[in-house]
């Protein structure tokens, strides 16, 4: 199955069947549903879904060094134009049941970086149905991964010689002041049967949107917070934490 037009988009930089721009869903449509020829949306037995997407507006960070998302709030995005996504997937009665979460590579000047994975780490928790979610996260910009990387490949050859490990120090210090993403939020069940965040405290950089579907369609808009203050390393912001508290 094609599209009679191409795609207005490439929706993911990273899957080569995404580059034919007439091949409708990946040429898999039991699997996939792309009602606007844009992103591939789960398929309709996907439940209820609360999407938190995390993606720069700008195209380009840290005085053009580095690449952005290069758009604005989109209940339908391509899913390689975000810094990371978590899909919550909740029963009817409102308890989590499951999780699938996606952190991009970080792409500069010197090409694209990561993720490493276990730099990434999303946690939801929730006692019983109905109770609050409560969401953190912590996501490292992919060049500090790989410089966090190669600092112990670097000190574990110095080591082995019985050198200072000056220069595996120096990496791992520019490494760390390639700051990480953090936030907390709360998601509650208000008395109209929707969602709402009742409590958020984050790094105001880069921009999130919180959003609920409902089979693969969007029902409504929990929140979108745009991004203040762009980073002068990684992606740390210079203003401080964005917090809002609704109980």
Same mark, same amino acid.
């Given at each position: 199955?094609?599209?009679?037009?191409? @795609?207005?988009? $490439?929706?993911?930089?990273?899957?080569?069947?995404?580059?034919? +721009?007439?091949?409708?869903? +990946?040429?898999?449509?039991?699997?996939?549903?792309?009602?606007?020829?844009?992103?591939?949306?789960?398929?309709?037995? =996907?439940?209820?879904? $609360?999407?938190?997407?995390?993606? $720069?507006? *700008?195209?380009?960070?840290?005085?053009?060094?580095?690449?952005?998302?290069?758009?604005?709030?989109? *209940?339908?995005?391509?899913?390689?134009?975000?810094?990371?996504?978590?899909?919550?997937?909740?029963? @009817?009665?409102?308890?989590?049941?499951?999780?699938?979460?996606?952190?991009?590579? =970080?792409?500069?000047?010197?090409?694209?970086?990561?993720?490493?994975? !276990?730099?990434?780490?999303?946690?939801?928790?929730?006692?019983?149905?109905?109770?609050? %979610?409560?969401?953190?996260?912590?996501?490292?910009?992919?060049?500090?991964? !790989?410089?966090?990387?190669?600092?112990?490949?670097?000190?574990?050859?110095?080591?082995?010689?019985?050198?200072?490990?000056?220069?595996?120090?120096? %990496?791992?210090?520019?490494?760390?002041?390639?700051?990480?993403?953090?936030?907390?939020?709360?998601?509650?069940?208000?008395?109209?049967?929707?969602?709402?965040? *009742?409590?958020?405290?984050?790094?105001?950089?880069?921009?999130?949107?919180?959003?609920?579907?409902?089979?693969?369609?969007?029902?409504?808009?929990?929140?979108?917070?745009?991004?203040?203050?762009?980073? $002068?390393?990684?992606?740390?912001?210079?203003?401080?934490?964005?917090?809002?508290?609704?109980?």
């Amino acid at each position: 199955m094609q599209w009679t037009s191409p @795609d207005t988009v $490439i929706p993911d930089l990273y899957q080569p069947n995404d580059w034919n +721009r007439y091949l409708y869903a +990946r040429n898999n449509p039991l699997k996939y549903t792309d009602p606007d020829g844009h992103c591939p949306k789960p398929a309709t037995e =996907s439940g209820n879904v $609360i999407c938190i997407d995390l993606f $720069i507006q *700008t195209s380009t960070i840290v005085f053009g060094s580095g690449y952005g998302d290069n758009r604005g709030f989109d *209940t339908n995005s391509a899913p390689g134009a975000s810094r990371a996504y978590l899909y919550i997937y909740l029963d @009817d009665n409102g308890m989590v049941i499951s999780t699938s979460v996606v952190v991009n590579q =970080s792409c500069t000047i010197l090409g694209c970086f990561g993720p490493i994975n !276990e730099y990434n780490h999303f946690s939801v928790n929730q006692e019983n149905p109905g109770d609050d %979610i409560v969401i953190t996260w912590n996501l490292l910009n992919g060049v500090s991964g !790989e410089l966090r990387n190669y600092a112990e490949e670097v000190y574990k050859s110095e080591s082995s010689i019985g050198s200072m490990s000056n220069y595996s120090s120096f %990496i791992l210090a520019l490494s760390y002041g390639l700051a990480s993403i953090n936030g907390q939020m709360i998601i509650s069940l208000g008395e109209d049967g929707k969602y709402q965040i *009742t409590s958020l405290n984050r790094d105001p950089y880069p921009s999130l949107g919180v959003y609920y579907y409902k089979d693969g369609d969007y029902q409504y808009t929990l929140g979108e917070f745009a991004e203040k203050y762009g980073p $002068i390393l990684g992606l740390s912001s210079i203003a401080p934490n964005q917090i809002i508290r609704k109980k």
